[in-house]
């Protein structure tokens, strides 16, 4: 197991940009492939972005390629998002999650997962 501490979140004008980090601490790190996703209000949570065990491969959403670059750093046992270009529709709780499954973008194979942060972009 290992647990997950995501900071970086904020409220932010559409247009600007936000770092979101996640720090993690039990298991090394680098067992785990890592993901981000995020749930707005009224919705299901979403895959947004995820990274290979040692940050080989990456893979992202349509909705945020382009705009949204995950990597990490495995010395400092952390996984960052960063989102530039921010819009309205980006507004959610954001999660990070822990997999050694693989960066899938499915949920449901992730294993461990942080307390969230908020993210609000405002028009």
């Known amino acids: 197991q290992v647990q997950l501490v995501e900071s970086g979140g904020g409220l932010v004008q559409a247009g600007g940009s936000l770092t979101l980090s996640c720090a993690a601490s039990?298991?090394?790190?680098?067992?785990?492939?890592m993901g981000w996703f995020r749930q707005a209000p009224g919705k299901e949570r979403e895959f947004v972005a995820s990274?290979?065990?040692?940050?080989?491969?990456?893979y992202y959403a349509d909705s945020v390629k382009g705009r949204f670059t995950i990597s990490r750093d495995n010395a400092e046992n952390t996984v960052y998002l960063q989102m530039n270009s921010l819009k309205p529709e980006d507004t959610a709780v954001y999660y990070c999650?822990?997999?050694?499954?693989?960066?899938?973008?499915?949920?449901?194979?992730?294993?461990?997962w942080g307390q969230g942060t908020q993210v609000t972009v405002s028009s």
């Open positions: 990274i290979t065990r040692y940050g080989g491969r990456t």
């Open positions: 039990g298991r090394t790190f680098s067992r785990y492939a």
């Open positions: 999650a822990a997999s050694t499954e693989g960066p899938s973008i499915k949920s449901s194979l992730y294993d461990d």
